[in-house]
């Protein structure tokens, strides 16, 4: 083992954050392996989301080590949120000292903990750099643009996410265009959870009825070489978080609509985000979801004498193997979701993405993605393109390759030896 002790802490928030760090202490632990190096990761979990569902179940599945200290910080308003994870993880600098602090993608704790950091003069890496969806009505377009604009390694996931940082006056020598983190756990964790057996539960097997035309059970996920094949079935998936879609009835109302005619060609699966579910009571709209307690449901709470049911199907959110799995093999995605605009165009997936702007530009010139915003008749009309034979399909970006890992760390651990950090790309 070599002499230099390095402690680098990684931190985690929220569901999305689990799967970019994963392959993070992976990867740290394979370098110290085969170099002799002795970097130590330190998890730190801030506690942004804390239900069994949206945190545990992704520890579980992705094999991440339990967090070295949780903060526990919960809900609350922006300013609140941020403010307590601030407050909470200067003391954790101030106690553990690290050498380095990983943050990744662009919640909340993201940005708290960038900025404790920077302020104690401690490194800052930011994986999932350089992201702009040239909104800033949106809380995480704030989180992007200020930890990009304070971190000091910024590692970007497609060649827009370089130039948009060069733009806003970011030193060339700080970025580093390493891939897209994400796509390494799903690569690493797709056959795993193809395994899942929730696609039975949910009573998504095959069924003989309304199978659509086109993507069907025998079409093949062709976006990338690593992947598998893997058949589609005839159901949508849907997500849909964001506060500026279902925070008010005006946005709400619409993409509504436009799911509830979708259920007139297959059933609708909604995993209902907690914010969701509370603004469905709050908003009085549960009459168009039916609510089911448990994940094993029969074909027939989709269909009744061989007719579709005309209602959106929700369940609770899904663990990351299981919701991959549900993912893969779904004939078409709706979402307000970053992530999942990524994860459908490395499979190949159709996307239909409910917002107006995005910040995965690439997920439109190369993937299956597609804009609708929250436009009723266009949701249709792109399911309708989407179970055409004649689809739109991905090509998934070559750097996307699942090795994003192994480069960032072979990045950050290069001072180790060198000062001078090795540019990629
Ligand atoms: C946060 C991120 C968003 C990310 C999303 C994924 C920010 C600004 N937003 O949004 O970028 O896409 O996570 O889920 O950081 N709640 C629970 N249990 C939980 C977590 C949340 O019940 O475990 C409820 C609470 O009522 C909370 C609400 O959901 O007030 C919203 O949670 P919050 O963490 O504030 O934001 P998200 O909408 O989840």
């Known amino acids: ?84 994870v601030l407050i909470a993880f200067e003391k954790v600098l101030l106690e553990q000292k690290p050498d380095l602090v990983i ?18 003069h401690i490194p800052v890496a930011h994986v999932e750099s350089g992201l702009r969806s040239f909104d800033r009505k949106m809380p995480e377009e704030i989180n992007r643009l200020l930890t990009d604009a304070i971190s000091d390694y910024l590692f970007t996931p497609s060649p827009e996410g370089d130039e948009n940082l060069l733009k806003e006056g970011i030193p060339e020598e700080k970025i580093f265009l390493v891939g897209d983190i994400m796509v390494d756990s799903l690569l690493y964790h797709l056959d795993q959870a193809k395994k899942t057996n929730i696609l ?78 509370k603004q469905v009571r709050a908003l009085n709209l549960a009459a168009d979801f039916e609510f089911h307690d448990s994940w094993d449901v029969k074909p027939e709470g989709y269909y009744e004498d061989g007719v579709l049911r ?23 995605v709706l979402t307000d979701s970053g992530g999942i605009q990524e994860e459908t165009t490395v499979l190949d997936v159709p996307c239909i993405t409910l ?39 991905s090509r998934c970006p070559s750097i996307w390759d699942g090795h994003t890992a ?8 290069s001072p180790l030896c060198s000062p001078i950090p090795r540019r990629m790309g």
């Not at 990744?104 to 940005?111: A, C």
């Not at 005309?310 to 549900?326: D, M, S, T, W």
């Not at 190369?366 to 399909?393: C, W």
């Open 1 to 84: 083992m070599n002499s230099i002790t390095k402690k680098w802490l990684l931190v985690v928030g929220a569901r999305p954050n689990f799967m970019k760090i994963a392959p993070l202490i992976r990867a740290v632990k394979a370098y110290n392996d085969s170099n002799g190096a002795g970097i130590l990761p330190f998890l730190v979990h801030t506690g942004q989301h804390y239900d069994f569902n949206m945190s545990d179940a992704f520890f579980r599945d992705l094999d991440l080590p339990q967090p070295d200290l949780h903060l526990g910080v919960g809900s609350g308003n922006h300013g609140e949120q941020t403010g307590k």
């Open 103 to 120: 943050v990744v993608g662009d919640v909340n704790s993201t940005l708290a903990c960038a900025l404790a950091a920077v302020k104690l």
């Open 200 to 277: 039975a539960r949910l009573g998504l097997t095959a069924t003989t009825a309304d199978i659509p035309p086109g993507p069907t059970s025998d079409s093949l996920c062709s976006a990338s070489q690593l992947l598998a094949p893997c058949s589609k079935l005839s159901y949508a998936l849907v997500t849909l978080h964001r506060p500026a879609n279902v925070d008010n009835r005006e946005s709400f109302e619409p993409i509504l609509q436009g799911l509830l005619q979708v259920t007139e060609k297959m059933p609708v699966i909604f995993p209902i985000h907690p914010r969701t579910l």
């Open 310 to 332: 005309k209602k959106i199907h929700c369940f609770a959110p899904l663990g990351y193997l299981e919701f991959l799995n549900v993912m893969a093999h779904a004939s078409v």
């Open 355 to 393: 917002r107006d702007t995005t910040e995965r530009p690439i997920t439109l010139t190369e993937g299956t993605n597609v804009l609708v915003h929250n436009d009723p008749e266009r949701i249709v009309l792109e399911v309708e393109k989407a179970l055409d034979v004649n689809r739109k399909r």
């Open 406 to 413: 192994e480069r960032i760390v072979e990045i950050l651990a």
